[in-house]
């Protein structure tokens, strides 16, 4: 799509906001690189997501310098923070909690900086802040970033591939340890409402069991799946992902955010018990948490992220705000922002990674 050319940029502003993901560096070192040698503008980073905008001395300029050595670190060097959406921030005065919008404030903390657009690399709840602060005419064009790999305008999202490689090599190791003991070992994986990460993780480790949030499970089934597995092999693989939960219950959370949002956790200690209760085999339960999201991106990541940060600037060069980078396979395309935050990319329960699970004999506990 092509886009009027706008000459008139010469600061543009940079943030990371959401979970952090391996890759974020990537992308920022990449847009960095591609403004400043390929357009001279100048480049802001802004600390810790939208808050850096509504913070004294958080609004730094980013140079080649700043960018050295950052590809193969996780993590991002903006900072971010998943809590408090600038529409909805939840402040304290004078001892007593209170919702305010301080949207208005972000857009003058912007005009003040001197910046004439700014790169927005978030999930799902960072773009639609960035959506909503483009429709109050801030110049914004959005990055996709998240390991859960749950947005549906882009092929894939960078962090994905490594956190589905982090959970994949801990499986081989729960392998040796289960097959030692004759256990059924439980692994349980992040992914919100999506199964992406226990699935693709799932069948490269070799899981014999894996239940995804698309595909409710039945305990009967699991446990019947471990005690068939119990004639030939002592030992079991099960991969849960933190958002699965049985046919007719509930899912399994730790509590809420300070902003309501809803803390995934606990389905893989519910189904190890259920396990061990109703089959007699000894299990133990293994949550990998913020494992999957630490550590140094794969080359897979690496790329993806910089092809988006570069491209996020080559959008902003022909004034496509408003729109995000996406992946659509072989190219780097944009689309509307409104679209990457509508519908949510979850694994289709007839899908072919599905069906290649079942021929391999991998119960999905339905
Ligand atoms: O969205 C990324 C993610 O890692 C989810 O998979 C997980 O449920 C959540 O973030 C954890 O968030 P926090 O870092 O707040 O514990």
């Known amino acids: ?81 998943n809590r408090g959406n600038p529409f909805r921030m939840v402040v304290k005065r004078g001892g007593v909690e209170k919702v305010v919008d301080s949207s208005k404030r972000i857009l003058a903390s912007f005009r003040d900086s001197g910046m004439d657009a700014l790169v927005v690399i978030g999930g799902e709840g960072s773009l639609g802040i960035a959506r909503d602060l483009y429709k109050m005419g801030l110049p914004v064009v959005g990055v996709p970033k998240t390991i859960d790999n749950d947005l549906s305008a882009t092929d894939i999202t960078f962090g994905f591939d490594t956190a589905v490689n982090t959970a994949t090599e801990a499986l081989d190791r729960l392998h040796t340890t289960a097959e030692s003991h004759h256990r059924a070992m439980v692994l349980e994986v992040m992914g919100r409402h999506a199964g992406w990460i226990a699935l693709r993780a799932g069948i490269s ?33 099960v991969v849960v992902a933190e958002g699965a939960m049985p046919a007719g219950g509930d899912i399994s959370s730790i509590g809420k955010t300070a902003d309501g949002v809803v803390r995934l956790g606990g389905v893989g200690d519910r189904v190890a018990r259920a396990i061990e209760e109703r089959t007699g085999v000894e299990t133990r339960v293994t949550v990998l948490g913020h494992l999957q999201r630490g550590g140094r991106p794969t080359s897979f990541d690496r790329l993806l992220g910089t092809r988006f940060g570069a491209a996020a600037i080559d959008l902003v060069a022909r004034g496509g705000f408003g729109r995000m980078v996406a992946l659509r396979t072989p190219s780097i395309v944009d689309v509307d922002i409104v679209e990457a935050c509508g519908r949510l990319n979850t694994v289709d329960p007839k899908g072919d990674l599905i069906v290649t699970a079942r021929d391999v004999g991998i119960s999905l506990g339905a």
Do not use: Q
């Not at 920022?28 to 600390?47: C, H, P, Q």
């Not at 480790?205 to 239940?211: E, H, K, N, T």
């Open 205 to 237: 480790g070799g899981a014999d069991i894996i239940l995804i949030p698309e595909i409710p499970y039945d305990i009967d089934k699991v446990c019947s799946a471990i005690k068939h597995r119990e004639k030939h092999s002592k030992f079991s693989i």
């Open 1 to 81: 799509m092509a886009y009027v050319r706008r000459n008139t940029i010469k600061c543009i502003g940079i943030l990371t906001g959401g979970g952090d993901c391996p890759g974020l560096n990537a992308v920022i070192r990449a847009a960095v690189k591609t403004a400043i040698g390929r357009y001279k503008w100048k480049v802001l980073g802004i600390e810790d997501g939208f808050e850096g905008f509504l913070r004294k001395g958080s609004i730094k300029e980013l140079t080649l310098g700043s960018v050295r050595g950052i590809l193969p670190r996780g993590g991002t060097i903006l900072g971010t923070t």
